[in-house]
């Protein structure tokens, strides 16, 4: 049972446009969510989090959306730029306090064409 | 600043044989996790420490051992290793006492089981 879902195995965007990454969760005990980037043979980064009680964080060129009615986050990168190119992973947390257990989506692959 | 170091970096093992993967992290953190990572599956939780001396499963514990050797360090072993473990393992570590705080990720150990 897939308890954070990323749909979309693999995405390819423009240089300069808007990528949109999408995430489903099911579990609703789930309040705290971060989004990781992940280059090959490198472990994943920590890129931005949001907690349930927001519905935005922004961070730059990133920003993260939380639609906790539909159990839906996106992570909004403007502009792309080649070097986001990576894996990108959406992960959960029952705790808003600590995130000692994350539940992680399958990710999405990001292309940036120059 | 090496952060979260694993070692070693790829190894090949028989089925059969036993294998401890070291993590350290010299970020002075409380909690370190072991995740292993498949194709289409994201990174699933093995184990996790919250502090020294104690280690709790996380989702896929079965087939593997863990210990907390001290603050810095704290490795997963494969006792009898099968095909089923060849994977690419994480070790990670996470400041506690402050709230919302990020795994941080060493650069994966990558491990084929003949």
């Known amino acids: 049972d897939q308890q954070v879902k990323q749909n979309s195995p693999s995405l390819s965007v423009q240089e300069g446009r808007i990528s949109i990454l999408n995430c489903d969760y099911t579990?609703?005990?789930?309040?705290?969510f971060l989004w990781y980037k992940k280059y090959p043979a490198e472990g994943p980064t920590f890129l931005i989090s949001i907690s349930s009680i927001k519905d935005k964080n922004e961070d730059g060129r990133f920003t993260v959306f939380l639609n906790k009615s539909a159990k839906h986050l996106s992570l909004h990168i403007v502009p792309s730029q080649p070097g986001d190119s990576a894996v990108y992973f959406c992960a959960a947390s029952p705790s808003r306090v600590g995130n000692e257990k994350l539940t992680f989506g399958t990710g999405t692959r990001l292309t940036i064409i120059p | 600043n090496a952060g979260v170091t694993q070692t070693p970096k790829f190894q090949v093992l028989k089925t059969g044989q036993s294998m401890t993967l070291q993590c350290a992290q010299d970020?002075?953190?409380?909690?370190m996790y072991w995740y292993r990572q498949d194709p289409g599956m994201g990174l699933r939780l093995i184990y996790y420490?919250?502090?020294?001396?104690?280690?709790d499963k996380g989702e896929v514990p079965n087939g593997y051992n863990v210990s907390r050797l001290n603050k810095r360090e704290f490795s997963l072993r494969l006792e009898s290793a099968a095909p089923s473990q060849t994977s690419v393992y994480f070790c990670?570590?996470?400041?506690?006492?402050?709230?919302?705080?990020?795994?941080?990720f060493g650069d994966g150990t990558r491990l084929s089981i003949l």
């Open positions: 970020m002075n953190h409380n909690s």
């Open positions: 420490s919250a502090s020294e001396g104690t280690t």
């Open positions: 579990n609703s005990m789930f309040d705290y």
């Open positions: 990670a570590s996470r400041a506690q006492g402050f709230s919302n705080q990020p795994q941080h």
